[in-house]
């Protein structure tokens, strides 16, 4: 059974800093990984998507890894802004099912 | 992309009675699902909506509670049964773009049960 878990679980880092977001999953055999936004009481937005032939995908300030054989995936956000804050929801991608982890709670302080 | 529409944005209802919840495509789509995402947690599969047959539900879930019906390649309903305050939740449908194996997500419906 996949298991997806996210580190940390609650992050606060003041504007401008550049930060690193951790996703480790324990089944290799997926289809790709996909890193979700969710602002409070809101659906999901997604961010990145990382086919399992791919090592890292970038999407402006946003850097998706990927690393399939370790079981891990880190999502790279430079030089963040308030409006960055929300949740950060890794999610892998089995043969039609989607797996998330439990999300980074993520607050940039101006 | 896809983009999704879910009705209504949110509700509260109250103990015992159902709600059914819309979910609208507007591109036709093979695979659409429900999730759920309880306070404070990670969202949760709640079945596979499967067009012109029975939704494929997920261990923990059941028909008689979440109904789901799948009319169509756009369009997709679930019902939540017999409510009761620990359906609290939001619910949110997506769809699976074939290809890149991409899912997207619609806005989500927000039930609070009283």
């Known amino acids: 059974k996949q298991e997806v878990t996210q580190i940390p679980a609650a992050l606060s880092v003041p504007e401008g800093e550049n930060l690193v977001l951790n996703c480790s999953f324990t089944?290799?055999?997926?289809?790709?990984l996909q890193w979700f936004r969710q602002d409070p009481g809101k659906g999901l937005t997604s961010l990145l998507l990382?086919?399992?032939?791919?090592r890292e995908q970038t999407s402006g300030r946003l850097n998706a890894s990927l690393d399939k054989s370790s079981g891990r995936s880190t999502l790279y956000i430079a030089a963040s802004q308030p409006g960055d804050s929300a949740t950060y929801l890794c999610a892998v991608q089995g043969a039609q099912k989607l797996v998330f982890g439990q999300g980074t709670r993520l607050t940039i302080n101006p | 992309s896809a983009v999704i529409s879910q009705k209504p944005s949110r509700d509260i209802c109250q103990r015992g009675t159902s709600l059914t919840i819309q979910c609208q495509v507007d591109s036709q789509v093979t695979m659409m699902f429900w999730y759920r995402q309880q306070p404070g947690q990670s969202l949760t599969l709640i079945a596979t909506?499967?067009?012109?047959?029975?939704?494929?539900?997920e261990s923990g879930f059941v028909i008689d509670k979440f109904p789901i019906s799948r009319p169509n390649l756009t369009f997709s309903t679930l019902t939540v049964s017999n409510m009761s305050p620990e359906d609290s939740s939001i619910y949110l449908c997506?769809?699976?773009?074939?290809?890149?194996?991409?899912?997207?997500f619609g806005p989500g419906t927000r039930l609070t049960v009283t």
């Open positions: 997506s769809v699976l773009l074939a290809g890149l194996h991409e899912q997207y």
């Open positions: 089944d290799s055999a997926i289809y790709n």
């Open positions: 909506a499967n067009q012109g047959s029975e939704a494929t539900y």
């Open positions: 990382i086919q399992s032939s791919q």
